[in-house]
C-alpha cells in the first residue's frame, strides 16, 4: 500500500508550519523530503509528519538545530542524557534572568543622590559572581556549582568581590588547577618525598596560582580564598565539588613541600 504523500503548501498547512521553514529545515539537513515530483516540487510524507513533530518538540525545549539534528540521529538512546544537559543549561539562564532582576531591584533600592554609573557598575560586578561562561558545564554539575556559588557568598567580602568580578576567570586558569591536581595526586600515589624537586616545583607552581588568583596577594581577597577553603573542607563528603576536592594525604603533603620551599634559609 502506498504511503500518502503531500506537496510543500499542504504538508505546511498540516504541520502548521511555515513554507519558509520546511525549506529551512531541508537546507539545514533536519527535514529533508520524501520525494519529489516529476517537475521537481517537494513531496512530504507521514512519516515526516513525525520527524517534524520531533524537531517542533525539541525547539520548544530549546535545543539548538544543531543538537536536534544530532539527537534525532542518535535515536532515544542520546536522549536522557542530553535532557538533562538542556535542563541544567535552561537553569544557568535562568539564575542569569534571577541575577538581572536581583541587579536591577538592588539599583532601584539605592537613593537618588548615590545612584550613578560607577554604583551601577559596582553592583552588576558583585552579581555577575554568580554566573559562570558555558565551559564549566563541562567540569562541575549544576549542583556542584550551586554549592560552589554558595561558598563564595559565604567566604568573601563584599570588597573581595567587587574585585573578583573585574577578574575573567577563564577556562585556563580552571585548567591549570586541574593539572596541578592530578600532578599531586601523581605524586602522593608515588609516595614522593615532599621535599624532591618535583614536589617542589609543584609547590611554587601552586604559589603562582594562588598569586594570579589572589590579584597579586590582595588582602581581602587572601581572606576570602582562607576562608572559602575551611567552609570547603567543612562540607560533607558527598557535597564537595570532586574538581576541586584534595583528600587529607595530599593536602598534608602539599602543605609540607610549600613549608619546605618557603623555609627561611639559616
Not at 532582576?101 to 545612584?115: G, P, S, V
Not at 556549582?145 to 573585574?166: C, D, V
Request: hydrophobic share 35%; charged share 30%; with cysteine.
Amino acid at each position: 500500500m502506498s504511503k500518502k504523500l503531500y506537496q510543500t503548501n499542504e504538508f505546511a498547512k498540516k504541520s502548521s508550519v511555515s513554507v519558509r521553514t520546511l525549506q529551512f529545515y531541508d537546507k539545514k539537513g533536519l527535514l529533508s523530503p520524501s520525494g519529489f515530483t516529476q517537475a521537481g516540487y517537494r513531496l512530504y510524507s507521514d512519516d515526516d509528519l513525525v520527524r517534524l513533530q520531533q524537531i517542533l518538540a525539541l525547539k520548544y525545549l530549546g535545543f539548538s538545530l544543531a543538537g536536534i539534528k544530532t539527537l534525532i540521529n542518535k535515536g532515544v538512546s542520546g536522549f536522557p542524557n542530553a535532557l538533562r544537559e538542556q535542563k541544567e543549561m535552561l537553569f544557568d539562564k535562568r539564575r542569569q534572568i534571577d541575577s538581572i532582576i536581583a541587579a536591577i531591584e538592588k539599583i532601584e533600592k539605592m537613593e537618588n543622590e548615590k545612584l550613578d554609573f560607577e554604583a551601577i557598575v559596582n553592583i552588576i560586578e558583585v552579581i555577575q559572581m554568580d554566573l559562570k561562561p558555558e565551559w564549566v558545564n563541562k567540569y562541575l554539575t549544576s549542583e556542584e556549582r550551586t554549592t560552589l556559588r554558595s561558598l563564595t557568598k559565604q567566604s568573601y567580602s563584599e570588597e573581595a568581590l567587587r574585585k573578583l568580578g573585574q577578574q575573567k576567570f577563564t577556562e585556563e586558569l580552571h585548567q591549570q588547577y586541574g593539572y596541578f591536581r592530578d600532578e599531586l595526586r601523581r605524586l602522593v600515589v608515588k609516595n614522593t618525598d615532599p621535599a624532591s624537586q618535583e614536589a617542589l616545583s609543584l609547590a611554587k607552581y601552586l604559589m603562582d596560582l594562588n598569586r594570579q588568583l589572589s590579584q597579586g596577594w590582595d588582602e581581602e581577597i587572601l581572606g576570602g580564598m582562607k576562608k572559602s577553603w575551611e567552609n570547603f573542607n567543612a562540607l560533607p563528603k558527598d557535597k564537595k565539588p570532586q574538581m576541586y576536592t584534595l583528600t587529607t594525604e595530599e593536602r598534608e603533603f602539599i602543605k609540607q613541600a610549600c613549608s619546605i620551599l618557603y623555609k627561611p634559609k639559616p
